[in-house]
């Protein structure tokens, strides 16, 4: 079965939701912000690229761009599409596999990735939650 979000603006609305919702985690936040790894994920499906980097001093644990002009270099560069994103935050898609397979295509520190996935884990059941309420046209 797959979920397919109904427009760009509303995958952005999910994902800007969800990467604020990482960002104000009171664990998951901070974990984030110390593992500074500067990301650029690409989702050709949908002609969308956002950046995502640790929040600096006085800012949120992270900071977001739906550009790739911003002042800072990704480290990790990774391209999927919005379902296969929207697989992952629930939880139903395992990044080291989909990266073995092809399904999300990965470059730069790749390893840097892989650390920093078992910080997001404890969002899923919270996105989980809120494609439940808000977007159930998107739950798998």
Known sequence: ??????SAAEFR??????FAMMSADPVVGPQLRSADTPQRFE???LQM???????????????WEW????????????????????????????????IARRGIKASGDVSATLTIIPLTKPVFA???????ADYPHLEV
């Open 13 to 18: 609305e999910v994902m800007d939701r969800t």
């Open 1 to 6: 079965m797959t979920a397919t979000f109904s």
């Open 43 to 45: 989702f050709p499906d």
């Open 126 to 132: 919270r996105y989980r939650q809120m494609i439940a």
């Open 67 to 98: 550009t790739d002009e911003v002042p800072w270099e990704a480290k990790v560069r990774l391209t999927m599409s919005s379902e296969t994103a929207n697989r992952y935050f629930q939880g139903k898609e395992n990044m080291a596999t989909a």
């Open 49 to 63: 690229v956002v950046n995502i980097r640790s929040g600096g001093e006085g800012e949120d644990n992270l900071t």
